[in-house]
C-alpha cells in the first residue's frame, strides 16, 4: 500500500469521493487554486474544476449557510473551516440548522455535510489557532463527531462521513498531519512513512463511525482518549511499564460505549485523556458513562488529564499540553489503588 501522511490521506478521501460521485463539491477559504492553508485540497481544482472545488469568501457562516443550501438540494458538501477556532461565527448555521433538518422536516430532508476543521495544538499557534471545540458539537443532536488519530482511519473515516446522509464534524488533528507526534517536542519528528498507520490504501474503503479500535491491548487499567492523545498515551504507558490497555476512541458521536465498558469492566481503572479544557470537556460525559455502566467494577477513582481551564497559552504550550510525563504521572498514581 502507499505510505501517505494525514494530509495525503485526506485529500485522498476527497478524490475518491469526488471521482465516485459528481454531487460531492470541497470549498471554503483559499481551497481551491492555493490547494488550502495546509495543503489537504491540493490539485483538486485542476482535476474537477472550479464548479467541484472552488474558493470562498472569509465568511465561516456563508461558507456553512451555503453548504446546507446544497445539501437541501442534493449536493454533498464537504467543506474546510481553516482553523477549528474560526467556526463560531458558524456555530448558528451548524447547530441550529445543519443539525435539525431532518428532525425538523420529518426526516423529509438531511443534510449530507461534511466540516473538517484542523484542531487542536503543538504547533505554537497561540490561543486563536490551537483550540480543540468538540465537547461543543457533541452536546448538539443531529450531529456526528469524528477525530481520527492517523492516515489510515483518516481517509476510511472521511469516505464515510462524506457518504453519511447526516452533517459530520471532522475534526483533523494538525499536529498529527505529518508524523504520529508522542509529546516529545524534543525529539524529532517521526514521519508517517515510519509508521504501520501510514500505509493507506489507494482506492475507496470506509472505516465505520461509531467504533473505537484498541490500539494497545493491556490488564491493569484503560486509557481512553482520541486524536493526537492517542499518541501521546501510547508513550506513557511504555516509558512508566504500566500494562495499560488504549482506546483510540475515533468517533465521539456516536460513542462505541461497548468497546469501553467492556475494557474497564476488565481492568478496573480508568484514565481519560484529551487535549482541550479540563472543565466540561468531552472526557467528563465519558466519566460520567464510566461511572453509570462500571462502578461495581471500578477500583479506584476515574482520573482526567487535560488542558488546563485557561486560553491555550502560547508561551506555556508543551505546560499546557498533556505530555506523556502528566499522563504517566496518572497511571502510576491510579495504579495505587
Not at 477559504?29 to 472550479?50: H, N
Not at 472552488?54 to 465561516?60: G, K, L, Q, V
Not at 453519511?164 to 512513512?193: A, C, M, Q, T
Not at 504500566?242 to 483510540?248: L, M, R
Request: net charge negative; charged share 20%.
Amino acid at each position: 500500500m502507499t505510505r501517505m501522511t494525514m494530509i495525503e490521506a485526506v485529500r485522498s478521501a476527497m478524490d475518491v469521493s469526488m471521482e465516485r460521485d459528481d454531487d460531492v463539491v470541497v470549498f471554503g477559504e483559499d481551497v481551491g487554486y492555493f490547494g488550502g492553508v495546509f495543503r489537504a485540497t491540493q490539485g483538486l481544482q485542476a482535476k474537477y474544476g472550479t464548479t467541484r472545488c472552488f474558493d470562498a469568501p472569509i465568511n465561516e457562516s456563508g461558507i456553512v449557510g451555503t453548504a446546507i443550501g446544497m445539501a437541501a438540494y442534493g449536493l454533498r458538501p464537504c467543506v474546510e473551516i481553516q482553523f477549528a477556532d474560526y467556526m463560531f461565527p458558524a456555530y448558528d448555521q451548524i447547530t441550529q440548522e445543519a443539525a435539525r433538518i431532518r428532525y425538523r422536516s420529518n426526516g423529509d430532508f438531511t443534510c449530507p455535510i461534511v466540516l473538517r476543521m484542523p484542531t487542536g495544538g503543538g504547533i505554537f499557534g497561540g490561543q486563536t489557532h490551537s483550540q480543540s471545540p468538540e465537547a461543543l458539537f457533541t452536546h448538539v443532536c443531529g450531529l456526528k463527531v469524528v477525530v481520527p488519530s492517523n492516515p489510515f482511519d483518516a481517509k476510511g473515516l472521511l469516505i464515510s462521513s462524506i457518504e453519511d446522509p447526516d452533517p459530520v464534524i471532522f475534526l483533523e488533528p494538525k499536529r498529527l498531519y505529518n508524523g504520529p507526534f508522542d509529546g516529545h517536542h524534543d525529539r524529532p519528528v517521526v514521519p508517517w512513512s515510519a509508521h504501520a498507520l501510514g500505509e493507506v490504501p489507494d482506492g475507496h474503503y470506509t472505516v465505520p463511525i461509531g467504533k473505537a479500535e484498541i490500539r494497545r491491548p493491556g490488564n491493569d487499567v484503560t486509557v481512553i482518549a482520541y486524536g493526537t492523545m492517542v499518541h501521546v498515551a501510547l508513550a506513557a504507558a511504555e516509558e512508566t511499564g504500566v500494562d495499560a490497555e488504549v482506546i483510540d476512541l475515533r468517533s465521539l458521536l456516536p460513542l462505541d460505549l461497548d468497546t469501553i465498558v467492556q475494557s474497564v469492566s476488565k481492568t478496573g481503572r480508568c484514565v481519560m485523556v484529551h487535549e482541550a479544557t479540563l472543565t466540561s470537556g468531552f472526557g467528563a460525559e465519558v466519566t460520567a458513562l464510566v461511572q453509570e455502566h462500571c462502578f461495581y467494577h471500578l477500583e479506584m477513582p476515574v482520573v482526567r488529564v487535560a488542558g488546563w481551564d485557561t486560553p491555550y497559552p502560547h508561551a506555556q504550550e508543551w505546560d499546557y499540553f498533556p505530555g506523556p510525563l502528566r499522563i504517566g504521572r496518572a497511571l502510576e498514581e491510579i495504579m495505587k489503588g
